[in-house]
């Protein structure tokens, strides 16, 4: 997994050892299957090769599942992909379409598929006659929050668990407006991610279920603030972006 991407997967004080949302949902997903789970952390872009060596067994690291990427991998789903969007506590805006940012100045992080909804959303408000989004780029999710707490942003789109983590951690500084799905128009997904025909999938697909059925998923999503991204089951290879 990837550390850095606060709540997901992060150092502890230590500097040494990971914990996180991702580490605590891959900790039950092996204890499910009676293993015991040992933590590689390495960078986001590396994971393919990780997992295609066999240096790890699966990758759980906030990978959502691609039609393109099916073609090498196989996917157990355990979270939903969503995008938050992120403004001041006291803004009172509520975002949940297009002409909900109409006008405004939204932060978001270039080259990402936020940046395409983000795109998407202007050139329809555009269509329809309202006011352009005033779109600026942040390469670092620390430079929003500042840019978010000085206003010179109304809103920033980027990945819920950070945002939403931002909401919980700093109530008096931030809000969570509204949650996008990471595949709009369409629903994505977030899944455990293994080498294609190796069965290890199916057998992550068995441990997501057990974890939801006996109610220690939904507690470590609600430790997280991640509750808008619990699913109902796993699902083996689904549909996934591109389709």
Same mark, same amino acid.
Do not use: C
């Given at each position: 997994?990837?550390?850095?991407?606060?709540?997901?997967?992060?150092?502890?004080?230590?500097?040494?050892?990971?914990?996180?949302?991702?580490?605590?949902?891959?900790?039950?997903?092996?204890?499910?299957?009676?293993?015991?789970?040992?933590?590689?952390?390495?960078?986001?872009?590396?994971?393919?090769?990780?997992?295609?060596?066999?240096?790890?067994?699966?990758?759980?690291?906030?990978?959502?599942?691609?039609?393109?990427?099916?073609?090498?991998?196989?996917?157990?789903?355990?979270?939903?992909?969503?995008?938050?969007?992120?403004?001041?506590?006291?803004?009172?805006?509520?975002?949940?379409?297009?002409?909900?940012?109409?006008?405004?100045?939204?932060?978001?992080?270039?080259?990402?598929?936020?940046?395409?909804?983000?795109?998407?959303?202007?050139?329809?408000?555009?269509?329809?006659?309202?006011?352009?989004?005033?779109?600026?780029?942040?390469?670092?999710?620390?430079?929003?929050?500042?840019?978010?707490?000085?206003?010179?942003?109304?809103?920033?789109?980027?990945?819920?668990?950070?945002?939403?983590?931002? !909401?919980?951690? =700093?109530?008096? $500084?931030?809000? %969570? /407006?509204?949650? *996008?799905?990471?595949?709009?128009? +369409?629903?994505?997904?977030?899944?455990?991610?293994?080498?294609?025909?190796?069965?290890?999938?199916? !057998?992550?697909? =068995?441990?997501? $279920?057990?974890? %939801? /059925?006996?109610? *220690?998923?939904?507690?470590?999503? +609600?430790?997280?603030?991640?509750?808008?991204?619990?699913?109902?089951?796993?699902?083996?290879?689904?549909?996934?972006?591109?389709?």
């Amino acid at each position: 997994m990837t550390q850095g991407a606060v709540p997901l997967a992060f150092y502890a004080d230590d500097n040494s050892t990971v914990i996180g949302s991702e580490t605590d949902l891959a900790t039950l997903f092996g204890d499910a299957l009676g293993l015991q789970v040992e933590f590689v952390v390495n960078d986001w872009s590396n994971w393919p090769l990780s997992v295609q060596s066999g240096d790890v067994d699966a990758v759980i690291s906030n990978v959502t599942v691609t039609e393109e990427r099916k073609q090498l991998y196989d996917f157990a789903t355990y979270r939903s992909d969503v995008l938050g969007w992120l403004v001041g506590a006291d803004s009172g805006l509520q975002i949940s379409s297009a002409p909900d940012i109409a006008g405004l100045t939204v932060g978001v992080a270039s080259g990402t598929n936020q940046e395409q909804i983000l795109l998407a959303w202007d050139a329809e408000n555009v269509a329809a006659g309202l006011a352009p989004v005033t779109i600026d780029y942040y390469p670092k999710y620390d430079d929003a929050i500042l840019a978010l707490q000085s206003g010179r942003l109304d809103a920033y789109v980027g990945p819920n668990p950070t945002a939403a983590y931002s !909401a919980a951690t =700093a109530p008096q $500084d931030f809000a %969570i /407006a509204g949650t *996008t799905s990471g595949g709009w128009p +369409a629903t994505a997904d977030i899944a455990v991610t293994t080498v294609r025909g190796n069965g290890y999938a199916a !057998a992550f697909q =068995a441990a997501v $279920d057990h974890v %939801i /059925a006996d109610g *220690t998923y939904a507690e470590v999503l +609600a430790r997280w603030g991640l509750q808008d991204e619990a699913v109902d089951s796993s699902q083996l290879n689904p549909p996934g972006l591109g389709a």
